[in-house]
Every structure is written in structure tokens, then in C-alpha cells.
């Protein structure tokens, strides 16, 4: 799999931690990013910002 540039509502999987993160911003290219959907809600930008430390997400997929 090759890596990702995450933009504005990406969710990616690290790969070197095995981690999930929500994208606000960009962050440039890297290889152990793993695009894996994308925040399709309004106001995630502020209620991501908002989270202090590690937080629990719940992933589903819609038909």
C-alpha cells in the first residue's frame, strides 16, 4: 500500500504505530500513511480540535 498526503477530513492509519488519525489540516506526504475513509460531518473540524489526549472513535460503514 502506498502512502498518503491526508487532507482536510481524511482518517488514516499509521502503519508504524498502528494508529488512527482525523485530519484537520494538511500535513504533507508520507509513507506509513494509510487512507482509510474520509469525516463527511459538519463540524468535525471543531470537535476534533477540541479533543484532549487519546479519544475512542467508532468506525462504520453505511450502505
Known amino acids: 500500500m502506498s502512502g498518503d498526503n491526508p487532507k482536510n477530513g481524511d482518517i488514516d492509519y499509521n502503519?508504524?504505530?498502528e494508529s488512527?488519525?482525523?485530519y484537520y489540516g494538511e500535513v504533507g506526504q508520507f509513507d506509513e500513511l494509510h487512507n482509510v475513509g474520509h469525516i463527511t460531518s459538519k463540524g468535525y473540524?471543531?470537535?476534533i480540535r477540541?479533543?484532549?489526549g487519546?479519544?475512542?472513535?467508532?468506525l462504520a460503514v453505511k450502505n
Not at 54 to 58: A, L, Q, S
Open 50 to 52: 477540541q479533543q484532549k
Open 54 to 58: 487519546e479519544i475512542t472513535v467508532t
Open 45 to 47: 473540524q471543531k470537535f
Open 20 to 22: 488512527l488519525f482525523l
Open 15 to 17: 502503519s508504524n504505530n
